[in-house]
């Protein structure tokens, strides 16, 4: 598969979906708060560690770090999305930058802790090796990764793919369900630690180390 082509097609759903939606994501956000107060708990973040909020959105996982004080730069492809945390990280120590997660403009072990939130489950598998790879070359201590649960019994996946398409629309989400994504992150070169599932399984939260 040509890794290329397929970052390109899913950056353009991903930009088409983000910028036209933006002003209205928020709106799902009490979905995400537990599991964001959770994903800061288990970072292990300590005072003066720089973190990295890759695909940060509109900064509500960024902005969690930013309360605590954390020097913090959140990255994302979508304009809007940015525009929006901005407006909200106004006054705090957060940083906003436009990038493509798949080529980080930063150099080696630039952040302590890194957390990629809800995201690689809009992009082809050949594209999540290749961004966390470079989540693993800017790391120095922890990745955490924050994605979609997904049922244990099969007979319970399409209902539970058709759900969550209405909550956050994503055209691989039927790949990602019967994904592996431990042996996708085993390919990445950043092994598991340990795996979480947030309260009523919404969401699992995923700790790599990327110095292994």
């Known amino acids: 598969m040509n890794t290329l082509r397929t970052s390109h097609a899913y950056q ?4 088409k979906y983000y910028n036209r939606f933006a002003s209205l994501y928020d709106l799902g956000e009490f ?4 599991t964001r107060d959770k994903a800061v708990q288990l970072s292990g973040w300590r005072a003066g560690e720089r973190v990295l909020d890759l695909c940060t959105g509109t900064g509500g996982l960024a902005l969690r770090f930013a309360a605590r004080g ?3 730069v959140g990255v994302d492809l979508a304009r809007g999305m940015l525009k929006r945390a901005s407006t909200k990280g106004m006054g705090t120590p957060a940083h906003w930058l436009e990038m493509d997660a798949t080529h980080l403009a930063f150099p080696d072990r630039a952040f302590d802790v890194s957390v990629l939130s809800l995201a690689l489950h809009h992009m082809p598998e050949p594209v999540q090796i290749t961004v966390l790879r470079e989540l693993r070359r800017v790391t120095r201590r922890r990745v955490v990764i924050i994605e979609p649960d997904v049922p244990v019994k099969p007979n319970w996946v ?11 629309e994503s055209e691989h989400m039927h790949e990602w369900v019967r994904q592996d994504f431990e042996a996708t992150c085993h390919a990445a070169g950043l092994p598991v630690e340990a795996v979480y599932s947030s309260t009523f399984w919404l969401h699992r939260i995923v700790l790599c180390n990327p110095q292994t």
């Open 12 to 15: 353009r759903y991903v930009l």
């Open 158 to 168: 399409p209902a539970w793919v058709f759900v969550a398409n209405i909550i956050d």
């Open 70 to 72: 954390a020097p913090v």
């Open 31 to 34: 979905m995400r708060h537990g």
